[in-house]
């Protein structure tokens, strides 16, 4: 009699592809919502400072105060832990698959693209552990103040600490070239397979990247230019 082992329906390669999937999303609704958050600054000091108290009200009286903030919290470690655990199980079994390098042009371009998504996601994990201790606990905010947030980011992004927006700036660049690809794989797995639908899924996830960085960019800038101040 044979035995043959099977893997549980979520440690198959389709399986862990939809981790990645279903973590990314909740990633990116949160880029999203966090984006907007932030472009609140325009809108002046009362409300941006409003804004961020109101963040960790959310859920009251339902929920005592800040809890839907760790909840929050916890969902998004979660889904960080399980997006790069499934990473990185794919990545060491399409390695093991195939010790010998292919020879095919195409491939380069795949593994280029895999390459940029593992460094990427590396940057980007540094990048928000340094934004959490800088923008949320304050310990490497010039001001740490957490009843005034509109200030520690006007004194973050200040003109003489233009390299905290040179940083800001590469790490958000890193994360809109990590979601161009993410996005562009969940385009194209979801549309038409063929080439016109592979070309628009491609320009949606270009628009979309552009347009998430655009927004992210615009704060440290502003404050870097005097735009806010
Ligand atoms: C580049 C412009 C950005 C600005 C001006 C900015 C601003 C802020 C501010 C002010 C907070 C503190 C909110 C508060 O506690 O009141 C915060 C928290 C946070 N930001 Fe950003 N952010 C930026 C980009 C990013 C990016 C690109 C990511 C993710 C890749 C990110 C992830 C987070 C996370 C995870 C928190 C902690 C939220 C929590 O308290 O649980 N931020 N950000």
Same mark, same amino acid.
């Given at each position: 009699?044979?035995?043959?082992?099977?893997?549980?329906?979520?440690?198959?390669?389709?399986? @862990? +592809?939809?981790? #990645?999937? *279903?973590?990314?999303?909740?990633?990116?609704?949160?880029? !999203?919502?966090? #984006?907007?958050?932030?472009? +609140?600054?325009?809108?002046? %000091?009362?409300? =941006?400072?409003?804004?961020?108290?109101?963040?960790?009200?959310?859920?009251?009286?339902? @929920?005592?105060?800040?809890? =839907?903030?760790? !909840?929050?919290?916890?969902?998004?470690?979660?889904?960080?832990?399980?997006?790069?655990?499934?990473?990185?199980?794919?990545?060491?079994?399409?390695?093991?698959?195939?010790?010998?390098?292919?020879?095919?042009?195409?491939?380069?371009?795949?593994?280029?693209?895999?390459?940029?998504?593992?460094?990427?996601?590396? !940057?980007?994990?540094?990048? *928000?552990?340094?934004?959490?201790?800088?923008? $949320?606990?304050?310990?490497?905010?010039?001001?740490?103040?957490?009843?005034?947030?509109?200030?520690?980011?006007?004194?973050? =992004?200040?003109? %003489?600490?233009?390299?905290?927006?040179?940083?800001?700036?590469?790490?958000? !660049? $890193? @994360?809109?070239?990590?979601?161009?690809?993410?996005?562009?794989?969940?385009?194209?797995?979801?549309?038409?397979?063929?080439? +016109?639908? %592979?070309?628009?899924?491609?320009?949606?996830?270009?628009? =979309?990247?552009?347009?998430?960085?655009?927004?992210?960019?615009?704060?440290?800038?502003?404050?870097?230019?005097?735009?806010?101040?």
């Amino acid at each position: 009699m044979v035995i043959t082992k099977t893997r549980s329906p979520i440690r198959t390669n389709v399986g @862990l +592809k939809v981790v #990645m999937a *279903v973590t990314g999303i909740l990633l990116v609704l949160f880029l !999203i919502l966090h #984006m907007l958050g932030n472009l +609140k600054i325009f809108t002046g %000091e009362t409300s =941006f400072d409003h804004y961020a108290h109101w963040l960790r009200s959310i859920g009251t009286p339902l @929920l005592p105060t800040t809890w =839907f903030l760790w !909840i929050q919290r916890a969902v998004l470690t979660v889904a960080v832990l399980a997006h790069i655990g499934a990473a990185t199980v794919l990545a060491l079994r399409a390695r093991a698959a195939r010790p010998v390098a292919y020879a095919h042009r195409k491939k380069i371009h795949v593994n280029y693209a895999a390459r940029t998504m593992r460094w990427g996601g590396v !940057i980007i994990l540094l990048f *928000v552990i340094y934004h959490i201790l800088d923008l $949320t606990t304050g310990h490497l905010n010039p001001q740490g103040d957490p009843a005034n947030p509109y200030g520690n980011v006007v004194a973050d =992004f200040a003109p %003489e600490r233009w390299y905290v927006t040179l940083f800001y700036a590469l790490a958000v !660049i $890193t @994360l809109g070239f990590h979601l161009r690809h993410g996005a562009f794989s969940a385009f194209r797995s979801l549309g038409q397979q063929t080439p +016109k639908g %592979e070309r628009r899924a491609r320009t949606a996830a270009l628009v =979309f990247a552009v347009v998430l960085c655009a927004g992210y960019l615009m704060v440290p800038f502003a404050v870097l230019t005097g735009l806010v101040a």
